[in-house]
């Protein structure tokens, strides 16, 4: 199965850290860009950064300069460092895969099913 996990999500306190990783399964075997979107409770989902296979990055403005996003191509993984957290970075965060290659051809779009980022006191 063509797919991206996602890990490291969980509670944490304002001013704190999380890294998040999402991984994608052994069967997809090239992917163009990555990135990490986000949504909050009655909120759109809205793009937080992403990185191309050769590293180039961007980033939403509200998270520069707090988040970096990195990845291993070798091992179709990518990271999102983030740091000050504050309570509007609580939301529910996707890995995304853009141009995927895989065992089951083209992909246009892959998702992962989300993993919760709770700021709070």
């Known amino acids: 199965q063509v797919q991206l996990v996602e890990s490291g999500g969980g509670l944490v306190q304002p001013g704190g850290s999380l890294r998040l990783s999402c991984v994608a399964s052994?069967?997809?075997?090239?992917?163009?860009?990555m990135g990490w979107y986000r949504q909050a409770p009655g909120k759109q989902r809205e793009l937080v950064a992403d990185?191309?296979?050769?590293?180039?990055?961007s980033y939403a403005d509200s998270v520069k300069g707090r988040f970096t996003i990195s990845r291993d191509n070798g091992k179709n993984t990518v990271y999102l460092q983030m740091n000050s957290l504050n309570a509007e970075d609580t939301a529910v965060y996707y890995c995304?895969?853009?141009?995927?290659?895989?065992?089951?051809?083209?992909?246009?779009?892959?998702w992962g099913q989300g993993t919760q980022v709770t700021v709070s006191s």
């Open positions: 995304n895969a853009d141009r995927v290659l895989s065992s089951d051809g083209y992909l246009k779009d892959l």
């Open positions: 052994e069967n997809i075997f090239s992917i163009y860009i």
């Open positions: 990185i191309t296979t050769g590293g180039t990055t």
